[in-house]
């Protein structure tokens, strides 16, 4: 891996030439990796908003191919440096309206790029305070920034721009896993307390909100006898009262949460909740005890999200707890505890925690910036959740969630239709290589029967179950148990045994992600193959391959459908 090229070319950028004179801007490198502090040298305090690190070209073709991350799980960018095109359904600029993005486009805290000798790579290895941004202009100019969130720099104060640490070599996966050390340095990483990789039974994918105490009994009946090795049993959104109300439950768990999860642990496995930690809808109690707690707008009223970014996807208006605030802190720490003390609790999978790192609102600390917030706020869910807990990241800002929480959800919520599995597989393919070095991966949950609103057809699904084994990541079933077939429970179990034997995620060729290969721990590998297209295509094989779901031998070749995934194996 070299460095001198790309490091050249920044070095001899200028220095922000829209700086006040009083604001001095000075670069500290450390061979790849440089630090930016910014001294207010004047008498007067500064708000800062757009604090400009670099601003140049670096001579990339409009054509080259690139990968950016996006501020918030569901936004990452892929497509041409001229022509960006998002990879899900929620882009930051858009859905969530975090940037304006006019005349360039956004990406947060990652961008690589292809080129004709390699790859180049630039990416925050921090986000401690800032929130990390590299616009890119359509004629091939690139300005690296700090979001400053218009805070003020006070006379004789300074700020440290995070981590930028900047990359070129022909090995992908090389430039991204030097990027992972350099964050675990940063900011450590909670996986490495993880005894063994997660998985279980996920109620959210066949009840959705209807679930009820009576489908979670049902469903931990039918893990003892046919999936034992599913440990955890997630109650997902439903059992609440109203979102913010996480200690009441709803009349469908009349004998309340705790009593059920002691049912669980007696079964031999683990109670696994979700909780939305920092919105409340209106008519929580939280809500109304304590309109204080919460971010405020312009008019000094708790604001609603919808008014500046996505309002959420039911029992809106959102409102969002303050993690600035001392009392909200002492909340989190105080709900997190009594699950875990008095509910025996220990697994939480954290969702909508984007809205803990809102924009456009006020917080109790005018100082802070919304990545302080939304991390002091975490660091109080940690607290509460005590030591052995497993905390999952959903719907979460990836950088800002860096060293909070154990495991990350990396794509959007699966259906049972082609073009979600495919989706979903891009986004967690490009995702890849955080699994087991930032955290635990979950490519979100395994489902293999249909539903009256969503249907896929035998090839969909087996892309589908490719793409899981090729993630490499945590294993949670989506379906009502008992509907599993004898296929289907043994393609489940058949993940599941990956799972526990924490194999690695594939490593592909390129980002087209046609043909990965996955090393199996005792040995042999895993040939992941994949057709994005609507056509067929034959593929040449190496010989001695066998079906990695029935152990059929296979010969030199095979037809790929379009829209299917294969998985061989080799000895």
């Known amino acids: 891996m070299s460095y001198p090229a790309l490091l050249s070319v920044l070095r001899q950028w200028p220095a922000d030439p829209a700086l006040p004179s009083h604001l001095l801007q000075t670069r500290q490198w450390d061979g790849p990796l440089c630090r930016v502090r910014l001294d207010n040298t004047g008498a007067t305090p500064e708000p800062v908003q757009d604090w400009l690190l670099f601003d140049g070209e670096l001579g990339i073709p409009p054509e080259a191919a690139i990968y950016g991350e996006g501020f918030q799980m569901l936004a990452q960018t892929m497509g041409t440096w001229q022509r960006p095109e998002p990879v899900g359904r929620c882009p930051d600029a858009g859905v969530y309206r975090i940037t304006a993005d006019e005349g360039y486009h956004s990406v947060h805290n990652l961008l690589l790029v292809e080129r004709a000798q390699g790859w180049l790579l630039l990416a925050f290895a921090s986000c401690q305070r800032f929130g990390g941004e590299f616009r890119l202009y359509p004629e091939g100019r690139l300005q690296i920034l700090m979001n400053g969130e218009g805070r003020s720099l006070a006379p004789g104060q300074h700020w440290q721009s995070e981590a930028l640490i900047c990359l070129e070599g022909p090995d992908r996966e090389a430039l991204l896993g030097e990027l992972a050390s350099r964050v675990e340095a940063e900011h450590g990483s909670l996986v490495a307390q993880v005894p063994a990789r997660p998985s279980g039974w996920c109620s959210w994918y066949h009840y959705y909100a209807e679930v009820s105490a009576a489908d979670i009994r049902e469903n931990l009946a039918v893990r003892a006898e046919r999936f034992p090795g599913l440990r955890y049993v997630q109650i997902d959104d439903g059992y609440q009262a109203r979102m913010g109300d996480w200690l009441t439950p709803s009349p469908k768990f009349e004998q309340g949460v705790a009593p059920l999860a002691a049912e669980i642990r007696a079964a031999g496995c683990e109670p696994a909740l979700w909780v939305a930690p920092f919105i409340t809808e209106p008519g929580s109690r939280v809500f ?284």
């Open 288 to 571: 109304q005890d304590h309109p204080d707690w919460f971010v405020k707008g312009d008019d000094g009223l708790p604001l609603p999200s919808e008014r500046v970014t996505y309002g959420g996807w039911r029992c809106t208006p959102w409102y969002v707890l303050d993690g600035t605030h001392p009392e909200v802190q002492a909340h989190l720490e105080r709900v997190f505890r009594t699950l875990r003390e008095q509910w025996g609790i220990h697994y939480f999978k954290l969702d909508a925690n984007f809205w803990g790192a809102i924009h456009g609102g006020h917080f109790c600390d005018p100082s802070a910036t919304r990545v302080e917030a939304y991390r002091r706020g975490m660091a109080a869910v940690l607290r509460g959740a005590g030591e052995g807990a497993f905390l999952l990241g959903c719907n979460a800002p990836l950088w800002p969630s860096l060293g909070l929480v154990h495991g990350m959800r990396v794509s959007d919520d699966v259906e049972r239709q082609g073009p979600r599995f495919r989706q979903i597989a891009r986004e967690a393919f490009c995702r890849a290589w955080q699994n087991d070095r930032l955290w635990a991966l979950d490519p979100d949950c395994v489902c293999l029967r249909d539903l009256p609103n969503q249907q896929a057809g035998a090839f969909d699904y087996q892309f589908h179950l490719a793409a899981l084994v090729a993630s490499g990541g945590m294993v949670l079933a989506g379906d009502r148990l008992q509907d599993l077939d004898e296929l289907q429970g043994a393609q489940l179990l058949r993940l599941l045994a990956l799972c526990e034997a924490r194999t690695p995620a594939a490593r592909f060729d390129d980002m087209g992600f046609s043909r990965g290969r996955v090393a199996l721990p005792g040995g042999g590998e895993l040939l992941c193959l994949f057709n994005w297209g609507e056509q067929a295509k034959r593929l040449a094989l190496p010989a001695g391959g066998t079906d990695f779901w029935d152990d059929s031998p296979l010969g030199d070749a095979l037809v790929l459908q379009g829209g299917q995934g294969r998985v061989i194996r080799y000895a």
